[in-house]
T-cell receptor, first 116, second 116 residues
Framework: ETGVTQTPRHLVMGMTNKKSLKCEQH?????MYWYKQSAKKPLELMFV???????ENNSVPSRFSPECPNSSHLFLHLHTLQPEDSALYLC???????????????FGPGTRLTVL | AQKITQTQPGMFVQEKEAVTLDCTYD???????LFWYKQPSSGEMIFLIY??????QNATEGRYSLNFQKARKSANLVISASQLGDSAMYFC?????????????FGDGTTLTVKP
């Protein structure tokens, strides 16, 4: 496997379910990100991890819980979601803050989440 | 604060023609990077091209080139010899050198349709 992978690619869940999204990067990067992309809305940064430490939580509701056990893996745990949480969730990775302005993010294919 | 503006919600181009997608930005960082991404209907964000603010020459990657005009704060993407597979959403993004990891700013995107 190369690049950034995400599983599952599609997920349908009820509001009372608990599920997790998984992201894995094979690029040797130190930073990982979760973004939310809703229809007709700009890309929204949710969480950032740099060297496994969370450096950004962009006022995300607590029903979204990130976990970064190591620099290669990132999870997004979901519970008691709302229908408005239905969106494309994109994971990305980059070298990290040391790369400065040239820190290119590489994205995974995304998980299309539908909350019923 | 950083801001990216993409003023063209949608663009059409004839196959084999060149097309320019506009991007203007605003930042207080003296050093920064500018990026373009392509997002096909499948959802994955594909990195296309990067331009550093102190790079003397405009970046080029195959059929993609970045028309960087620093004084005008513009970073337009030029796609030469358009192909049907270029039909997608295109996002302009930037990251300041002094910005913490993750503070990339994305524009709202431009939908490009290539007509046969």
């Amino acid at each position: 496997e190369t690049g950034v992978t995400q599983t599952p690619r599609h997920l349908v869940m009820g509001m009372t379910n608990k599920k997790s999204l998984k992201c894995e990067q094979h690029l040797g990067h130190n930073a990982m990100y979760w973004y939310k992309q809703s229809a007709k809305k700009p890309l929204e940064l949710m969480f950032v991890y740099n060297f496994k430490e969370q450096t950004e939580n962009n006022s995300v509701p607590s029903r979204f819980s990130p976990e970064c056990p190591n620099s290669s893996h990132l999870f997004l745990h979901l519970h008691t979601l709302q229908p408005e949480d239905s969106a494309l969730y994109l994971c990305a990775s980059s070298q990290g803050s040391e790369a400065g302005g040239g820190d290119t993010q590489y994205f995974g294919p995304g998980t299309r989440l539908t909350v019923l | 604060a950083q801001k990216i503006t993409q003023t063209q919600p949608g663009m059409f181009v004839q196959e084999k023609e060149a097309v320019t997608l506009d991007c203007t930005y605003d930042t207080s960082d003296p050093s920064y990077g500018l990026f373009w991404y392509k997002q096909p209907s499948s959802g994955e964000m594909i990195f296309l091209i990067y331009q550093g603010s102190y790079d003397q020459q405009n970046a080029t990657e195959g059929r993609y080139s970045l028309n960087f005009q620093k004084a005008r704060k513009s970073a337009n993407l030029v796609i030469s010899a358009s192909q049907l597979g270029d039909s997608a959403m295109y996002f302009c993004a930037m990251r300041g050198h002094n910005t913490n990891a993750g503070k990339s700013t994305f524009g709202d995107g431009t939908t490009l349709t290539v007509k046969p």
